[in-house]
């Protein structure tokens, strides 16, 4: 097994930035995937940040990509910055996407309003 996913998914599939470690474990897509099924977001989103730093590039299949940003929100639901970014890669490799990419939009928002109008109704002002 790799030290990290980022590792694995390096070996597997390149970086962009930097060359891939001569590596004599076993390389397979499903392999992969079980990793990243059970990984926690920490892993997952060091993995897209460190091998696609600006969402438009790096060497990740679109699948892995879309399913690594699903994961991640599954474990942190309530990140509107996350689904922001999870949006931006869904538009950048859909269209097919873009329903759900304007959905996360629509509910990062509502967070972030959420939060804004939750100060105000644990903290009234004084009378």
Do not use: K
């Amino acid at each position: 097994m790799h030290a990290t996913l980022t590792d694995h998914a390096r070996c597997l599939f390149g970086d962009e930035y930097r060359p891939t470690p001569p590596c004599d474990r076993r390389h397979d897509e499903a392999l992969l995937i079980e990793e990243l099924t059970f990984a926690d977001a920490d892993a997952i989103l060091a993995m897209l940040r460190e091998l696609c730093p600006n969402l438009v590039d790096g060497h990740l299949p679109v699948r892995i990509r879309n399913l690594a940003y699903r994961l991640a929100l599954l474990q942190r639901p309530d990140e509107p910055a996350l689904m922001r970014e999870a949006a931006g890669s869904l538009y950048l490799h859909g269209p097919d996407w873009d329903d759900i990419a304007a959905g996360l939009e629509r509910r990062a928002d509502a967070l972030d309003a959420a939060a804004r109008v939750r100060p105000c109704l644990t903290n009234p002002r004084p009378a």
